[in-house]
């Protein structure tokens, strides 16, 4: 069903947004240099190859004796082979002394295997025969089992040679990318930038939460609500503020929000009463949009500038609020950080539910555990509370949105559905 000319529809509300924010996308599309300690989290922007082989160089697996293999023949619990120890070797050591035949160097994990040896005994596989003090000849070690040449040895190019792709551009770091990386000797990673997001709560009857409350007032959650989706989405939230229904009030949260910040996020004051402080301060600006779209929840929309600053102004009822920026910014986000995007999958409809004409639908729901609807593969969805959008406490009960086309009415149990993860 198209959408009215004046009020677009969830996707052509998005393509807005792509053109409003061009800015923050040219910017994340390119690269930065970032400390390894500070990349967890980031897209990888170029590809990373190994420079070296690892590991390094030849080094022992097990704490024990590296020997030659050739000098084990035969060797067994009731007849143990007899080796000279010519010296011990620890992780961070240089080399140890050459081994020559019937001799051994003990070695710890991680140490230079020496010259000459070519495995190493596990030390739970031989026992020691202390030297005489009073004529200090060096110690014997007898090694009761066999090993073959290589046996619990690393050699350079085991994990990975000069060359090798390590890790792909396009990857979300998590700490085994950074493990590789940092075993490479890299100290940076060139990354996608973090856009810098600055969030403005609005209304004169919100409270930090904690605080007690005089009547007519309640605890604010949008700001930490989107801050906290911002930051999942790949964001730095370099502020989050609360204003007041007035315009100085609003001017100056503008100003701390958008100080270092690629993007502005209202939350609040953009429909049409009395006291739609961000409309009023922002709907006269170039380029500003403030308008309605083919949604519920999530209806009242607003695009706008601050100080050469894009601002996205989302509706305040809480759900509305999250709704809008999981079904509109979210996606726009992900896309210029350079994420996955989060698809839309298939689900059952535990009961029936009921829809506007003319409006693409977000019901909250939950997928019901261990479920499994009509289709193979397709679970159940259970509606969480009603469609208003003051129903916040029971959005925390949900994990999707089901979403419901702007043509149809009334869905009946049963019936597939879209839904979005949350």
């Known amino acids: 069903m198209a959408s009215h000319p004046d009020r677009p529809s969830p996707s052509e509300y998005r393509e807005l947004l792509r053109t409003h924010l061009a800015p923050v996308l040219e910017r994340a599309a390119q690269s930065t240099r970032l400390p390894i300690s500070a990349c967890a989290d ?18 022992s697996q097990m704490d ?48 230079p295997v020496p010259e000459g040896a070519d495995c190493v005994v596990p030390v739970e596989d031989t026992s020691v025969e202390e030297p005489d003090p009073s004529d200090g000849r060096p110690a014997t070690v007898l090694v009761h089992a066999p090993r073959a040449a290589g046996e619990f040895i690393r050699r350079p190019g085991d994990d990975v040679r000069a060359g090798d792709l390590v890790i792909p551009a396009g990857v979300r770091l998590e700490a085994r990318h950074l493990a590789a990386a940092a075993s490479l000797g890299e100290s940076g990673l060139d990354v996608r930038p973090r856009p810098r997001v600055g969030v403005v709560a609005t209304g004169s009857e919100l409270v930090v939460p904690g605080r007690p409350l005089e009547p007519g007032q309640i605890w604010e959650s949008n700001s930490i609500t989107l801050a906290a989706a911002l930051k999942a989405c790949g964001c730095e939230v370099t502020a989050a503020v609360l204003s ?26 953009v429909s049409m009463g009395d006291a739609e402080v961000v409309r009023q301060v922002l709907s006269d600006r170039e380029g500003a949009r403030f308008a309605p779209i083919a949604m519920q929840p999530g209806g009242p929309q607003g695009l706008s500038t601050w100080r050469d600053t894009p601002v996205v102004c989302l509706p305040g009822n809480p759900v509305s609020a999250l709704v809008s920026f999981v079904v509109l910014l979210r996606p726009v986000i992900l896309e210029a950080v350079g994420r996955v995007p989060i698809h839309s999958r298939r689900a059952v409809l535990s009961r029936a539910v ?49 979403e419901i086309p702007a043509d149809v009415t009334s869905l009946a149990a049963g019936a597939e559905v879209d839904v979005l993860p949350l």
């Open 354 to 402: 009921n829809s506007p004409s003319g409006k693409r639908q977000f019901l909250r729901g939950a997928l019901v555990s261990g479920s499994e609807g009509a289709a193979v593969g397709v679970p159940t969805v259970e509606p969480v509370s009603g469609p208003g959008s003051h129903l916040v406490a029971s959005m925390a009960r949900a994990d999707v949105l089901i």
């Open 42 to 59: 980031s897209v990888l922007a170029q590809e990373l190859r190994a420079s070296v082989d690892l590991p390094l160089f030849v080094n």
């Open 244 to 269: 007041g229904d007035h315009r100085d009030d609003f001017t100056e949260a503008l100003d701390i929000a958008a100080g270092d910040a690629d993007l502005v996020v209202t939350v609040g004051a």
């Open 64 to 111: 024990g004796y590296a020997v030659r293999s050739a000098d084990l023949a035969g060797a067994g619990p009731d007849a143990p082979v007899r080796l000279r120890v010519v010296g011990t070797t620890h992780a961070g050591d240089g080399p140890g002394p050459e081994v020559d035949d019937d001799e051994a160097c003990k070695v710890m994990t991680g140490a």
